[in-house]
Each structure stands twice: as structure tokens, then as C-alpha cells.
């Protein structure tokens, strides 16, 4: 699986929209993005997932660059709730390699008031 | 509500002692992960199965064993042989279909003194 770098924090203000970087310079074609929170002392949660395309749901948004080597996740209007750890993975998706993942560092976030 | 429970979620032993970690899930999910966490890091898989009574060792897996007898259930047996046991320890389902997110339970704490 490629490998991702994040920064290791980040803060922002409640209200207004988080926009979260990831690089993965060395992924290939069929490896897809995906992201996951943490928020402390719990499991982690399902965000995103995307290949090309950018994607979005009730969470976030996703955007990856036209080459693929880095992508944004976007929480659109922060809340304190959203202070959390964010991972960004990249992964390959196919039937013998399994749903496993590799969780890297990842972000924390601090949502201010 | 469908889910995953992990119990308990404190856990305490001495050292020497085995102890058996309980996940249970009832999202009728063929996989199902352990993975193990310690301070400011990220995941680690530890094992995971991809069908009943089969699974595959993480990438630490040295002092753990697991078991899958049943669909809903894989508990996670750390043993003596494992040298730092302390940590957090956090159970995932998904199902089969490559790129499927992995749901997580709220994880165990185990201290071993």
C-alpha cells in the first residue's frame, strides 16, 4: 500500500469549513483514498472514500488532484465535535487483499470555539 | 441498533496471566479485524478473518492468538508471550466486497502490571 504524510496537527475555527491535506506521491492506479476519524478514546469512524473522482456525503468532501498524489478532505462547516484524529490511507481494493488497512499518524485536529 | 461490542472496556492483569479480549457483532459482516494502538499512534492490524474458521495473522502478531467459530464473534487471546501487552485494542467488521469501510467497536484498555 502507498504511504501517506499528513501534518501532524492542524486548528481551526468552529463554523467554518476544515480543509485537511494528504500526499500520497506514490499511489497507483488501483489504490483508492480513504479517511477515518478518531475521536479520543473511541474506535475509529468511516468518513470518505474515493479513486478519482471527487466525492462527498452527509461528512465531507473529498478532493483529489487530477494526478492522483495528494487529495483534501474537507469538513465544511467545523464543530467542536469534529475535534478528532484524522488518518488518510490509501488502499488497494480487490478481492484477495482483503478490506485491511494501515493506519498511519494521521491528523489531530482541534476545533476552537 | 446493529454494531460492534467490544467488553469490557477496562481491562486489568497481571503479568504472566493470558486474557481473552471479547468482540461481538451482529452487522452480519464475513471479516472482522483486531487491531492494537498505544499512545500517539496509529493502528496497528494485528489479525483478521475473512470467513468462519479461517483467519490470517497482521503485522503484529507475535503473543496474540484469535478464534473464529462463529460468524458474530472473534475474541482476541493475549498471551504471556506477548511482551508489551498494554495498550488499546480495537475490534472491525466489514464486509467481504473489496473496498467495503471497516466499522470499529469503542475498543478495550488493557493494563498489564
Given amino acids: ?113 | 441498533d446493529g454494531g460492534i461490542t467490544q467488553s469490557p472496556k477496562y481491562l486489568f492483569r497481571k503479568e504472566g496471566q493470558n486474557v481473552t479480549l471479547s468482540c461481538e457483532q451482529n452487522l452480519n459482516h464475513d471479516a472482522m479485524y483486531w487491531y492494537r494502538q498505544d499512545p500517539g499512534q496509529g493502528l496497528r492490524l494485528i489479525y483478521y478473518s475473512q470467513i468462519v474458521n479461517d483467519f490470517q495473522k497482521g503485522d503484529i502478531a507475535e503473543g496474540y492468538s484469535v478464534s473464529r467459530e462463529k460468524k458474530e464473534s472473534f475474541p482476541l487471546t493475549v498471551t504471556s508471550a506477548q511482551k508489551n501487552p498494554t495498550a488499546f485494542y480495537l475490534c472491525a467488521s466489514s464486509i467481504s466486497r473489496g473496498g467495503s469501510p471497516l466499522h470499529f467497536g469503542n475498543g478495550t484498555r488493557l493494563t498489564v502490571t
Avoid at chain 1, 60 to 67: F, G, K, R
Avoid at chain 1, 69 to 85: E, F, G, M, N, Y
Avoid at chain 1, 89 to 105: H, S, Y
Wanted: glycine share 8%.
Fill in chain 1, 1 to 113: 500500500d502507498a504511504k501517506t504524510t499528513q501534518p501532524p496537527s492542524m486548528d481551526c475555527a468552529e463554523g467554518r469549513a476544515a480543509n485537511l491535506p494528504c500526499n500520497h506521491s506514490t499511489i497507483s492506479g488501483n489504490e483508492y483514498v480513504y479517511w477515518y476519524r478518531q475521536i479520543h478514546s473511541q474506535g475509529p469512524q468511516y468518513i470518505i472514500h474515493g479513486l478519482k473522482n471527487n466525492e462527498t456525503n452527509e461528512m465531507a468532501s473529498l478532493i483529489i488532484t487530477e494526478d492522483r498524489k495528494s487529495s483534501t478532505l474537507i469538513l465544511p462547516h467545523a464543530t467542536l465535535r469534529d475535534t478528532a484524529v484524522y488518518y488518510c490511507i490509501v488502499r488497494v481494493v480487490g478481492a484477495a487483499a482483503g478490506n485491511k488497512l494501515t493506519f498511519g499518524g494521521g491528523t489531530r485536529v482541534l476545533v476552537k470555539p
